[in-house]
Nanobody, 114 residues
Framework: QVQLVESGGGLVQPGGSLRLSCAAS????????MSWYRQAPGKERKLVANINWSGGSTDYADSAKGRFTISRDNDKNTVYLQMNTLRPEDTAVYYCYAPQFGSWGQGTQVTVSS
């Protein structure tokens, strides 16, 4: 069974940084596209970033460009989301997603507040 486990969420002040991790198992991670999504309270779940199998190609939502970086370590079966210059509007549950399998992680809460 595909399993994705996010970690690294928490409370951070505006302007701060946070790095999320997603540990993957149950599939051949190194050949898989991986994504980060987020869902704010009362809002639709939205794509944040994609990364291809090698990490050589990435794609970001406009809200994330210049502030967030998606990366992966295929030796560790882990995808990361480095979030810098965080804003209150970044507050959401962040989800790891394996689109080739339609599988989601449980989510990790990120709260940006002073």
């Amino acid at each position: 069974q595909v399993q994705l486990v996010e970690s690294g969420g928490g409370l951070v002040q505006p302007g701060g940084s946070l790095r999320l991790s997603c540990a993957a198992s149950g599939f051949t991670f190194k050949y898989s596209i991986m994504s980060w999504y987020r869902q704010a309270p009362g809002k639709e779940r939205k794509l944040v970033a994609n990364i291809n199998w090698s990490g050589g190609s990435t794609d970001y939502a406009d809200s994330a460009k210049g502030r967030f970086t998606i990366s992966r370590d295929n030796d560790k079966n882990t995808v990361y989301l480095q979030m810098n210059t965080l804003r209150p509007e970044d507050t959401a549950v962040y989800y790891c997603y394996a689109p080739q399998f339609g599988s989601w992680g449980q989510g990790t809460q990120v709260t940006v507040s002073s």
